[in-house]
């Protein structure tokens, strides 16, 4: 599965903006789709994921509440719509897929990524 990330850009502070990830390739039912990110100067950290089939999802806490991890399997897309943005949430953030079941939030469980997508937020 290969996976291209495009959107996000440029976003004040209190704003909202949406990122998306196409697989291309075929995505199987027991897939699982995520988004990292990784600050300036910090190391990639989860932010969430979401089950191919069933929807299911988890939250990393410093984005639970504001952040909404979404697919469509039509398309092989998967969305990340933030909201209530903070100077803190600035970065480059990556879409990763997981061949098998569970919802993970460590690095060296995905085996594909996306090139990244770089998100700053001004205060």
């Known amino acids: 599965v290969q996976l291209q990330a495009s959107g996000g850009g440029l976003v004040q502070a209190g704003g909202r903006t949406r990122i998306s990830c196409r697989a291309f390739?075929?995505?199987?039912?027991?897939?699982?789709m995520a988004w990292f990110r990784q600050a300036p100067g910090k190391e990639r950290e989860f932010g969430a994921v979401?089950?191919?089939?069933?929807?299911?999802?988890l939250y990393a806490d410093s984005v639970k509440g504001r952040f909404t991890i979404s697919r469509d399997t039509a398309t092989n897309t998967v969305f990340l719509q933030m909201a209530d943005l903070r100077p803190e949430d600035t970065g480059v953030y990556y879409c990763?897929?997981?061949?098998?079941?569970?919802?993970?939030?460590?690095?060296?469980?995905?085996?594909?990524w996306g090139q990244g997508t770089l998100v700053t937020v001004s205060s």
């Open positions: 990763a897929a997981r061949q098998s079941g569970g919802l993970r939030i460590e690095i060296e469980d995905y085996e594909n």
């Open positions: 390739g075929r995505v199987l039912r027991s897939h699982n």
């Open positions: 979401i089950s191919w089939s069933a929807g299911s999802t």
